[in-house]
């Protein structure tokens, strides 16, 4: 299985079936561009047609792809989306990375006791981060 980038669980994304129902087996074996895993409180069927959106960014934040793998846990599902066009990864790696500061912010600022300016926050996660989250999603 790829290496997919983890969602951070306490930002809420939405899994909402296209109309394309359903990708070949033969077709989803050659998608190799990587994407992102969420939770999801239902099971997907892999080769289904999704779109990922998420609320917090409005409505342009969607990001049509398709399940690579799902995986029951022990009250929800984990989802591996996989986009097939180099732009969609693009775009959904963009708004994933502001996802990932946003929850290391909150964290932050949990463990400090005090609010903190998302500049030098976006700075730090980048200077710990950036190396493995460039690579994350490539075979």
């Keep these: 299985m790829r290496r997919f980038l983890r969602h951070p669980s306490d930002m809420p994304v939405e899994l909402v079936l296209r109309k394309q129902?359903?990708?070949?087996?033969?077709?989803?074996?050659?998608?190799?561009?990587?994407?992102?895993?969420?939770?999801?409180s239902r099971g997907f069927r892999r080769g289904s047609a999704v779109e990922l959106r998420i609320p917090l960014f409005g409505e342009q934040a969607?990001?049509?792809?398709?399940v690579a793998w799902c995986r029951k846990l022990s009250d929800n599902y984990?989802?591996?989306i996989a986009f097939i066009d180099?732009?969609?990864?693009?775009?959904a790696r963009m708004v994933e990375q502001?996802?990932?500061?946003?929850?290391?912010?909150?964290?932050?600022e949990q463990e400090l006791?005090?609010?903190?300016?998302?500049e030098s926050i976006a700075q730090?996660?980048?200077?710990?981060?950036?190396?493995?989250?460039?690579?994350?999603?490539?075979n």
């Design 21 to 40: 129902a359903f990708v070949p087996k033969q077709r989803l074996n050659n998608i190799s561009l990587g994407g992102v895993a969420c939770n999801s």
């Design 78 to 80: 984990l989802v591996g």
């Design 98 to 108: 502001v996802c990932q500061i946003e929850h290391y912010r909150q964290q932050r």
């Design 124 to 138: 730090e996660w980048i200077a710990q981060h950036a190396a493995e989250f460039s690579h994350a999603s490539l």
């Design 113 to 118: 006791g005090e609010q903190l300016p998302i």
């Design 86 to 91: 180099e732009d969609t990864l693009f775009r």
């Design 62 to 66: 969607r990001y049509p792809g398709v």
